[in-house]
């Protein structure tokens, strides 16, 4: 094995390391200690969950849309006629 190829591994190894003891470092098993003042409110429940998450990103991509597409369509309009 050449120089450069050991070097590469070592390099490799280390930053594949690194990385998992980072990621163990930062696991939600970390985060059950509360801090002072810290008051969590109540669950989401699944309905709300979709909503928030699911249900208003695709209507605010809608209305985005359909702002985009009625700006566009007036835009030709002034077109066609200039």
């Not at 003891?21 to 429940?45: N, W």
């Not at 605010?60 to 359909?66: E, N």
Request: aromatic share 4%; glycine share 10%.
């Amino acid at each position: 094995m050449s120089n450069q190829a050991k070097k590469t591994t070592l390099r490799a190894g280390t930053i594949t390391a690194g990385t998992a003891l980072l990621m163990l470092i930062s696991s939600p098993a970390f985060a059950l200690t509360r801090d002072d003042g810290d008051d969590p409110g109540q669950g989401l429940s699944v309905i709300e969950t979709l909503g928030l998450y699911v249900a208003a990103p695709i209507v605010l991509f809608l209305v985005i849309a359909g702002l985009v597409m009625v700006g566009d369509k007036s835009r030709k309009q002034v077109d066609a006629k200039g």
